[in-house]
């Protein structure tokens, strides 16, 4: 408003002044506005864009926890089966040697128990041999003396018989004195071959019981060599031991994985932007104020 007490001029150029400050005011807080209202939709557009990725880096470690889950899951699984299956593997390949060797046990028994009655048998037939043997030789040596004792008897009568002879001869050929010692020569010499008989009966005798006791002997020798190749009676084995499962491993589960924690987002304020363009109006236009108390 002009005063007319004042230079016009001055005036002019005060209000021209003023207007030209509000103006660049009005610009300036426009442009601050705008700043503020820009910040603000930078900082919720940063805000959506963390916590994206943040809901993003939740569901990697959330599929993350889920593959190591699955996977100890399968593995643990697997481990167990294969333990299992190793351990009943072993069971059942002991249980087979276990039978094998029963078998094989009882073969070689039955070999020994065949082998022992053919040893039986041959000791058996060892002894009638050894006897028949024997019994060959002690009737080819009684017949040999048998034939002696024969033989003999027959000498013992051809020496009679000569004796008689001889006698009958003496008696007829001589008289008296020398008939007589012809008789007792006759009679001296049949002894003596009578004597001869004898001592050689006797001697067979004794070669007899000789022969028959060496033959005794052998036959004894014989039947103990036969007892001593004689097998020992087999005796059965023990039963083997059969196997048996040992206690199981205990298994313990593998502990759950969870995802891992993601920090909180550091959300950005949408409002200071618009609170520092607030204020940076509000300087602008009390700095106008100021200038207009001034003119």
């Known amino acids: 408003m002009f005063n007319p007490k004042e230079n016009l001029l001055d005036q002019q150029l005060a209000v021209s002044g003023l207007e030209m400050h509000i103006t660049w005011a009005g610009v300036s807080a426009i442009a601050t506005v705008a700043g503020g209202l820009f910040g603000a939709s930078q900082a919720s557009k940063s805000n959506r864009s963390a916590a994206a990725a943040r809901r993003r880096q939740e569901k990697l470690n959330k599929k993350q926890a889920n593959i190591s ?33 029963t078998e094989i046990q009882d073969f070689r028994y039955l070999q020994d128990v065949k082998a022992y009655g053919k040893s039986v048998e041959n000791y058996g037939q060892q002894l009638v041999y050894n006897n028949m043997a024997y019994q060959s030789a002690k009737e080819s040596q009684m017949a040999a003396y048998n034939e002696t004792l024969d033989a003999a008897a027959f ?10 002879q001889a006698e009958g001869r003496a008696s007829m050929g001589q008289a008296g004195t020398s008939r007589g010692k ?28 000789r022969s028959l006791m060496d033959t005794a002997l052998q036959k004894y020798g014989a039947d103990m060599q036969a007892k001593a190749n004689l097998m020992i009676r087999p005796d059965r084995l023990p039963e083997l031991v059969k196997p048996e499962l040992g206690p199981a491993r205990t298994f313990v589960k593998p502990a759950k994985v969870l995802p891992g924690a993601v920090p909180p987002v550091q959300r950005q304020s949408t409002i200071m932007p618009l609170i520092g363009a607030v204020a940076g109006v509000a300087n602008t236009f009390a700095g106008g104020a100021g200038f207009w108390n001034k003119a």
């Open 69 to 101: 889950n699955k996977y100890n899951r399968e593995t643990f699984e697997a481990e167990k089966n294969d333990y299992y299956a190793a351990r009943q593997f072993q069971y059942d390949t002991a249980v087979k040697q276990w039978q094998y060797d």
């Open 155 to 164: 000498e013992k009568q051809g020496l009679l018989v000569e004796q008689l």
């Open 182 to 209: 012809a008789i007792q020569a006759v009679a001296s010499k049949y002894g003596r071959d009578l004597a001869v008989l004898r001592a050689t009966l006797t001697s067979s005798q004794k070669e007899l019981q």
